[in-house]
């Protein structure tokens, strides 16, 4: 079986002390493609050394976070994009509206998306999406969007399945991490009428442990967890589940 692991930190300073063992863990189970968001102007150079350290296994995107995103993004976004010269990236990510911590900077996280997009569709590049209480936000610039080359993943999907649908029909796919092995969650539900052709895997490592490793760091290891509740979900096998979503990961990366 092989794994894609749509959205992972692992250059992250978590990982600093057994970055290369955690790695081959999750190789190891299966877990061979890793797609790295990038957050800030801060994590430019760790995301690249990792990629030049694991070269055949790590795919870097390129773009601002929206819990980073200033008063100054253009100039933030300017140091972002000259980085798009130089070297090979499969996605502009990881982009959006976060609107749980501070909405203070609801108007600049929604100009530097916009402005991402843009360039998204420049590249021909898709858009790796964060948005964490802002669903009705990112649907509202996405929509400018519709007749466009414009789609990629929203990251994280924890919403309904009418959301689910409004996505795909705007030419998107969902990322499907820990939060399906939660106890009680209602995820699982939501999902179930959604097609597995518009599903990817994803750790969001460090963050969002699977059950049973919820509090703990995250890792790319766990991703066959996520696949195991999926296949259950949908009356598949973790083989099938494995081979589709990595399709879906290849055809939304090009990788």
Request: include cysteine; hydrophobic fraction near 35%.
């Amino acid at each position: 079986m092989i794994f894609t692991d749509t959205h992972t930190h692992l250059y992250a300073a978590e990982f600093d002390d057994d970055r290369n063992e955690i790695i081959q863990r999750a190789i190891d189970k299966g877990v061979t493609n890793f797609m790295l968001p990038n957050i800030d102007e801060a994590s430019i150079d760790p995301l690249h050394k990792l990629c030049d350290q694991w070269p055949e296994n790590m795919y870097p995107m390129m773009g601002l976070h929206p819990s980073s995103v200033q008063e100054n993004y253009k100039t933030q976004l300017s140091g972002i994009f000259d980085y798009l010269q130089n070297r090979k990236y499969y996605a502009i990510g990881e982009i959006g509206i976060d609107l749980y911590w501070d909405t203070s900077l609801e108007k600049e996280q929604r100009k530097a998306f916009r402005m991402q997009c843009e360039t998204a569709v420049e590249k021909d590049l898709p858009v790796v999406i964060h948005m964490r209480n802002s669903y009705d936000a990112v649907i509202e610039e996405i929509k400018d969007y519709n007749s466009s080359r414009l789609g990629g993943i929203f990251h994280c999907f924890t919403g309904t399945e009418t959301q689910a649908k409004e996505i795909i029909n705007l030419g998107f796919s969902i990322g499907i991490g820990g939060v399906l092995t939660f106890k009680n969650a209602r995820l699982s539900k939501e999902i179930l009428n959604i097609p597995i052709e518009k599903i990817v895997l994803e750790t969001d490592s460090p963050y969002l442990s699977p059950h049973p490793f919820r509090g703990k760091r995250n890792e790319s290891s766990h991703i066959p967890l996520i696949a195991r509740i999926l296949a259950d979900i949908k009356n598949m096998t973790i083989e099938q589940v494995a081979e589709i979503t990595t399709a879906n990961a290849k055809q939304i990366f090009r990788f």
